[in-house]
């Protein structure tokens, strides 16, 4: 991982690399000014590259001529530094700077003097988010490149217009494209419960309110991960996850279904919980065929059906 520290202070350029070598980061860059970290980060060149040179910047508030606050939204304006996460350094008691900063595009902020721990913390937990920023962006090009090769490119052939998700079909066909490799997949069903009896109290229009409001949700807790989410026509969401580990999409699946449960969304009628909920089946699974992809979809669509059908407001696991 590519740290650069951007402090005007030698010592403080020394502390924080010596602490960062120390636990294990050997690729760590310094720079005594916003001026100079501009060249390495190639900001404001209009040959600049695609790719962000850095993992990771560490940088002062309080430095002369340009601050970190005017520095860090700088940076924010290069689209190939926008994921790079960055943290400020300031001193305890600069809150107002530390708002300003946040404001500016920081990712977090820790402060001097600097503590091994907690640096180790922060910075680990930055790189983490790093990761899947980096691991999101490549699954968007992924789909991006195979709806190209779909022919068409008019955006409603392929998005469904009530949820903003691709449609149902189209991610079965990404699932199934001969170019997908083989490796670990997570498929993630989300069916709301009681949706048709909904519908039928509601009128097709409510209960249509209902399902892009959770998608919307469903975006939200997914914007840092490597998804791919698609929406049946009755309602069922499901989120393609390659590279997961199991327990990450257990938590992931779970946060959903307590999240739709948080909306509180009122539910006339119900026999059970008084407001909508929903059902989440994560079936997970080494796979290396398309054959093998598509069953892991299947299985979950089964399995969320079942749970619903169970009583719903619940979650349910496979292993393929």
């Given at each position: 991982?590519?740290?650069?520290?951007?402090?005007?202070?030698?010592?403080?350029?020394?502390?924080?690399?010596?602490?960062?070598?120390?636990?294990?980061?050997?690729?760590?860059?310094?720079?005594?000014?916003?001026a100079?970290?501009?060249?390495?980060?190639?900001?404001?060149?209009?040959?600049?590259?695609?790719?962000?040179?850095?993992?990771?910047?560490?940088?002062?508030?309080?430095?002369?001529?340009?601050?970190?606050?005017?520095?860090c939204?700088?940076?924010?304006?290069?689209?190939?530094?926008?994921?790079?996460?960055?943290?400020?350094?300031?001193?305890?008691?600069?809150?107002?700077?530390?708002?300003?900063?946040?404001?500016?595009?920081?990712?977090?902020?820790?402060t001097?003097?600097?503590?091994?721990?907690?640096?180790?913390?922060?910075?680990r937990?930055?790189?983490?988010?790093?990761?899947?920023?980096?691991?999101?962006?490549?699954?968007?090009?992924?789909?991006?490149?195979f709806?190209?090769?779909?022919?068409?490119?008019?955006?409603?052939?392929?998005?469904?217009?009530?949820?903003?998700?691709?449609?149902?079909?189209?991610?079965?066909?990404?699932?199934?494209?001969?170019?997908?490799?083989?490796?670990?997949?997570?498929?993630?069903?989300?069916?709301?419960?009681?949706?048709?009896?909904?519908?039928?109290?509601?009128?097709?229009?409510a209960?249509?309110?209902?399902?892009?409001?959770?998608?919307?949700?469903?975006?939200?807790?997914?914007?840092?991960?490597?998804?791919?989410?698609?929406?049946?026509?009755?309602g069922?969401?499901?989120?393609?996850?390659?590279?997961?580990?199991?327990q990450?999409?257990?938590?992931?699946?779970?946060?959903?279904?307590?999240?739709?449960?948080?909306?509180?969304?009122?539910?006339?009628?119900?026999?059970?919980?008084?407001?909508?909920?929903?059902?989440?089946?994560?079936?997970?699974?080494?796979?290396?065929?398309?054959?093998?992809?598509?069953?892991?979809?299947?299985?979950?669509?089964?399995?969320?059906?079942?749970?619903?059908?169970?009583?719903?407001?619940?979650?349910?696991?496979?292993?393929?």
């Amino acid at each position: 991982m590519r740290i650069l520290v951007i402090d005007d202070s030698e010592d403080g350029r020394d502390v924080a690399e010596a602490m960062l070598i120390a636990a294990g980061y050997e690729d760590v860059q310094t720079s005594d000014s916003a001026a100079d970290a501009y060249q390495i980060l190639a900001v404001g060149h209009s040959t600049a590259a695609k790719v962000s040179p850095v993992d990771l910047i560490l940088m002062d508030i309080m430095m002369p001529e340009i601050d970190g606050i005017e520095a860090c939204a700088r940076i924010r304006g290069e689209p190939h530094l926008m994921d790079v996460p960055i943290i400020m350094v300031t001193l305890l008691d600069d809150v107002d700077s530390l708002a300003n900063a946040f404001v500016a595009g920081a990712t977090d902020y820790i402060t001097k003097p600097l503590k091994r721990v907690e640096l180790h913390a922060r910075v680990r937990s930055a790189l983490k988010l790093k990761s899947e920023l980096d691991r999101r962006r490549a699954r968007e090009r992924e789909l991006l490149e195979f709806l190209a090769t779909l022919g068409d490119r008019r955006t409603s052939h392929w998005i469904d217009e009530g949820t903003g998700l691709i449609i149902g079909e189209v991610a079965e066909a990404y699932l199934t494209a001969e170019n997908q490799g083989g490796g670990d997949l997570s498929v993630i069903a989300l069916g709301l419960d009681r949706l048709e009896a909904l519908r039928q109290i509601l009128g097709d229009a409510a209960a249509a309110n209902i399902v892009s409001r959770v998608a919307r949700l469903v975006r939200a807790a997914t914007a840092t991960v490597g998804v791919v989410a698609g929406a049946y026509r009755n309602g069922t969401i499901v989120l393609i996850v390659p590279e997961l580990p199991r327990q990450r999409a257990l938590d992931l699946g779970e946060a959903l279904r307590a999240a739709v449960s948080d909306l509180r969304i009122a539910e006339p009628e119900a026999t059970c919980a008084d407001h909508a909920t929903a059902s989440v089946a994560v079936v997970t699974g080494r796979v290396d065929s398309s054959v093998e992809r598509i069953h892991l979809l299947t299985r979950a669509m089964a399995a969320v059906s079942r749970a619903a059908a169970e009583g719903g407001d619940r979650i349910v696991s496979e292993a393929a």
